[in-house]
């Protein structure tokens, strides 16, 4: 976890996975670095929004593998699932549901889904694609631990790549675009933060 920045009532904070997104941010908002993987995203997120005071917003900016063909360039979510939970089998066992898919907009916005694996086969592509057009490693979590301390969450996703046969290389090749375009759609969309 690396907070740059103070976090204050009158701005939103700006969530990423690592470094390599947020390289061109060019902003005087708080940005937090995660680290990959939900859980990571879960406690860093929840510990800085414990500390204070909260943010007017939380801003999850990162990179997405696509599980269909069709969406490229940068997203805004619509509704976040987590990929990687057994619900089905959960509510058997408790009656409880866990991990209920969350909107987040309300506008028809690409489902993003979340779990802990990084998508780079074929058949689990496949899988998921069946749920949600989207993948990452961290939305869900955080917009749980938004949702948890009463923060609003937007999820910004720019696609980096096609989850499936190398999509690991492919990221890496990627990583910097991806990072100049979300720092566009951060410039474009949070000016006066500048």
């Not at 506008?107 to 998921?128: K, N, V």
Request: aromatic content about 4%; charged content about 15%.
């Amino acid at each position: 976890m690396q907070l740059t920045g103070e976090i204050t009532s009158d701005r939103p904070l700006l969530v990423l996975a690592v470094k390599e997104e947020a390289q061109y941010l060019d902003t005087s908002l708080p940005v937090l670095l995660t680290g990959m993987g939900k859980v990571n995203a879960a406690t860093a997120l929840a510990t800085a929004l414990a500390i204070g005071p909260l943010p007017s917003g939380v801003i999850n900016l990162g990179t997405a593998g696509a599980l269909r063909p069709g969406p490229t360039g940068t997203q805004l979510i619509g509704t976040v699932i987590q990929h990687d939970l057994d619900s089905a089998t959960l509510h058997s066992l408790t009656g409880e549901i866990y991990g209920e898919p969350m909107r987040l907009v309300d506008h028809d916005g690409p489902t993003l889904a979340t779990g802990d694996s990084f998508i780079a086969d074929e058949a689990t592509r496949a899988r998921l694609a069946e749920h949600a057009s989207l993948v990452d490693m961290e939305g869900y979590a955080l917009a749980t631990a938004a949702r948890r301390a009463g923060v609003p969450l937007r999820i910004v996703k720019h696609v980096s790549d096609t989850a499936g046969d190398g999509a690991a290389r492919t990221w890496q090749e990627s990583v910097a675009g991806c990072a100049r375009a979300l720092a566009h759609w951060a410039a474009c969309h949070l000016p006066s933060y500048a």
